[in-house]
């Protein structure tokens, strides 16, 4: 009896195997897989969904990690203050010894006497006008920076209007500012707040303009495939992919802000910590000029700090190298 030849079963041209959908699964890139398998998903929060709202399955989450990487990194918190700590000491022990010239590098314990000398009233005062016109600057800078950046970066045809002009006045230094600001808004606040709105203004424009450029055009893809419309196309697809840039130039952005208020109050100011720079250099007393930049550099690192809690909360969904190396 001669052997049967095994031959393939016939697929039905209906079966599942050969629909449109499985070819379309078969022949995606990895980003159309994690996103086509499904109809398009519910809405839901950053930190169950992913990809602005484009959720993945529950099991592929895995927020676990993330907790265990942050658990794991808070124990180590106290590694950043050993540097810090250890060179006040020898600062300290340097001045003791005369390796240091006390006049004009005093010690720490100099500082701390001279900003008791000044009182805690006089101390908050200046820490509190000096907040408050960074704050005012800075939302200002911010909004412009979002508002523009935006537009640029979403739009080609803005991005051929704007951008060249606005990367020109970027590259205008800080300090040439002054005598036209001073000339249009005399020497009262505006000014200084309008001074610290230019320095927050291009940070925030960068980061904003550059990451909604930079987003992957496969994503878009995908989007489009699902027919998303304009508006839902920036919410749920590009507005999470450009976050990251986003806040990082927000966070610039503060920084710089804090940098053009010294500027803005070593000018025309009565109060604030510019102020307090300015005295103690025409009364020869590096102690308040180092005090002034003590606590110059402790508002920029609350600030900074709360920046980045805020960028860490948002960007929670994102699975990164810093993670991985968190919970090693």
């Keep these: 009896m001669p052997a049967q030849r095994d031959t393939p079963r016939d697929t039905p041209r209906n079966s599942p195997r050969n629909s449109p959908r499985d070819f379309q699964r078969d022949t995606a890139s990895p980003w159309q897989a994690l996103l086509i398998p499904a109809d398009l998903p519910p809405v839901s929060s950053v930190g169950e969904a992913g990809w602005g709202g484009l959720s993945l399955p529950r099991e592929t989450a895995a927020p676990a990690p993330r907790r265990q990487a942050a658990d794991a990194a808070r124990p180590r918190a106290w590694q950043g203050w050993v540097l810090p700590l250890l060179l006040l000491s020898l600062w300290e022990l340097g001045v003791r010894l005369g ?111 550059s990451g909604f450029r930079d987003v992957d055009r496969r994503l878009v893809e995908v989007a489009r495939l699902y027919r998303l419309g304009p508006w839902a196309l920036v919410r749920r697809v590009l507005l999470p992919a450009a976050l990251p840039s986003v806040l990082t130039g927000l966070r610039n952005g ?71 190396e968190a919970g090693a």
């Design 254 to 324: 503060l920084s710089l802000a804090w940098m053009f208020m010294v500027a803005a109050e070593l000018i025309a100011a009565t109060r604030g910590l510019g102020y307090l720079l300015t005295d103690g250099r025409e009364t020869g007393r590096a102690d308040l000029v180092l005090a002034a930049i003590v606590l110059l550099a402790l508002l920029g690192k609350l600030s900074d700090g709360a920046m980045k809690a805020l960028e860490q909360r948002l960007l929670a969904w994102r699975d990164t190298l810093d993670t991985l």
């Design 99 to 209: 390796w240091l010239p006390a006049r004009l590098l005093p010690a720490p314990s100099e500082i701390a006497q001279a900003l008791g000398e000044l009182g805690a009233a006089t101390v908050l005062s200046d820490l509190a006008v000096s907040s408050l016109r960074v704050a005012a600057g800075y939302a200002l800078g911010a909004a412009l920076g979002l508002s523009l950046g935006a537009l640029v970066g979403l739009s080609r045809r803005s991005a051929r209007w704007l951008d060249p002009s606005l990367q020109g006045l970027r590259a205008i230094p800080s300090l040439a500012w002054v005598p036209l600001l001073l000339l249009w808004l005399g020497i009262d606040e505006a000014p200084k707040v309008a001074l610290i709105a230019i320095g927050a203004f291009f940070p925030v424009y960068m980061g904003v303009s």
